[in-house]
């Protein structure tokens, strides 16, 4: 097995500050009254996460990955987040600039109806094939600018714990 604690199966989870037991890590925060910062007052696992408080709209939690991926490889990405606010979507996306051209946010997982108060696990692929072009094509990616992984939530108070991004056989 590779070093870094992965989930299971023999995977190695590439975000190595995803846990927040030790730190905030790499972790930045958009739009938010209170920016990110580590908190005990909930964790989905051990006794820290981060929390960021009063989004706006297109708040985020996020954090780079560009060193831990690769042009033409698909990812496994996993968050767990809890929200104060059922409102308004929760959001995992990345920002992803590829190919030259502007940023793209493709949708990792999205949960319209969040309930709040209470972990909420959100799983998906990370897909690095393909570049979008416009609305209705896309070409081979060749090329990253940025990558981008975060959480977003346009409404109350965000917390994030539990990071994980697997490569895809
Ligand atoms: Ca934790």
């Given at each position: ?12 989870n ?10 905030q890590g790499?972790w930045?925060?958009?739009?938010f ?16 996460s ?28 996993t968050a ?12 995992f ?54 990558v981008?992984l ?16 697997v490569?895809?056989?």
């Open positions: 097995m590779g070093g870094s604690g992965g989930s299971g199966g023999g995977s190695t590439l975000i190595p500050d995803g846990t927040f037991e030790t730190g790499q930045g925060s958009y739009n009254t209170t920016p990110v910062a580590v908190t005990n007052t909930a964790a989905h696992g051990g006794t820290n981060l929390m960021a408080a009063t989004a706006a709209v297109n708040a985020n939690i996020s954090r780079s990955i560009l060193g831990f991926v690769a042009v033409g490889k698909k990812y496994t990405a767990y987040a809890r929200v104060t606010d059922a409102s308004t979507a929760l959001k996306q990345i920002t992803l600039g590829c190919n030259g051209r502007a940023d793209d946010y493709p949708v990792v997982a999205w949960n319209a109806t969040p309930t709040a108060n209470t972990w909420i696990a959100l799983t998906g692929t990370v897909d690095l094939t393909v570049c979008k072009v416009d609305a209705s094509t896309t070409d081979a990616l060749t090329t990253l600018q940025k981008d975060f959480v977003g939530k346009d409404v109350g108070d965000l917390y994030v714990d539990d990071v994980s991004l490569l895809l056989p």
